[in-house]
């Protein structure tokens, strides 16, 4: 029997367009849907569809559509655990420092006073602040100095969701004018590329230029053991090359690849169908 996998998405990107190409080729059938306008009521809803993939832009929207089908039986792409996991920048932190796995020294607190404290402990400045939650490098701030501090803080106060009240706040890495992300699936480093800017974030959404990065036995080794201590799944993970070696800076759940297959020359969107293909067939 033909399989059918359901995206899961709140827009069609280049790289849900990708993947619908990659399941053609494999003869596996899609189904598009639209998280917005379904009603999950798990009384009446019909579920047509082998395997969910969450390729949401909305996060919270993703993360629901995830609970549900998993409620219902259908295995989902990432799951819910896994996702959920990731798309927390702390908790995603604490376990890996739990692991033992390198990482950039962090805090998290909720006012200016224990801020001081935390970056002191940290080394002082600068410091990188983060919300919890987000991506695409926006609400990041670079601060430097004291002033700085109480500038951000004072707006994220006022002006931020309840989600902003609370402070991450990383050592800020030096890094060699680039950083890589490293697509991880299932465990196995499929491909690599460096992001380039002369901006300190040097993520594609803000204008980073990529190239291949060549994988290494080190960058395989810290993939692999970042992917089992979140649970695995398809993932793409940050990573900072510094003088005591890679460090893990974030992990995406639901990782953009469009500007990635060129470059590295491997078709990221067939290892995600053969990914969910495997899944299913070890399910049975």
């Not at 993939?53 to 993703?62: E, P």
């Not at 609970?67 to 219902?72: D, K, M, N």
């Not at 990065?213 to 649970?231: P, T």
């Not at 460090?247 to 169908?273: C, D, L, Q, W, Y």
Request: proline fraction near 3%; aromatic fraction near 8%; hydrophobic fraction near 40%.
């Amino acid at each position: 029997m033909r399989i059918k996998i359901g995206i899961l998405h709140s827009t069609i990107r280049k790289e849900e367009k990708l993947l619908m190409e990659a399941a053609r080729k494999k003869n596996v059938e899609i189904k598009l849907i639209d998280i917005r306008e379904e009603i999950f009521n798990p009384q009446n809803y019909k579920v047509d569809v082998d395997l969910v993939l969450d390729r949401s832009v909305s996060t919270i929207k993703g993360l629901q559509a995830l609970l549900f089908f998993e409620s219902l039986g259908v295995p989902t792409v990432n799951r819910y655990e896994v996702s959920s996991l990731c798309a927390d920048k702390f908790a995603t932190s604490l376990i890996l420092y739990k692991k033992g796995i390198p990482i950039p020294k962090f805090a998290l607190v909720f006012s200016e006073k224990q801020a001081l404290e935390a970056i002191k402990a940290l080394g002082g400045f600068p410091v990188v602040i983060k919300p919890t939650h987000g991506s695409w490098g926006r609400l990041l701030a670079k601060i430097n100095d004291k002033e700085s501090l109480e500038a951000i803080l004072e707006h994220k106060e006022i002006l931020g969701s309840p989600q902003h009240h609370s402070f991450y706040i990383q050592e800020y890495v030096q890094k060699p004018g680039r950083d890589i992300r490293a697509f991880v699936i299932d465990g196995e480093v499929v491909c690599a590329i460096y992001r380039h800017s002369s901006h300190w974030i040097t993520n594609t959404a803000r204008g980073a230029k990529v190239s291949k990065c060549k994988v290494d036995s080190q960058l395989i080794e810290i993939c692999k053991k970042a992917s089992e201590a979140v649970g695995g799944g398809i993932l793409g993970i940050d990573i900072f090359e510094t003088k005591e070696g890679y460090k893990i800076n974030e992990i995406n759940h639901a990782t953009e690849f469009r500007n990635s297959e060129e470059p590295t020359g491997v078709s990221i969107s067939g290892a995600i169908i053969d990914y969910c293909i495997k899944l299913l067939k070890n399910k049975k």
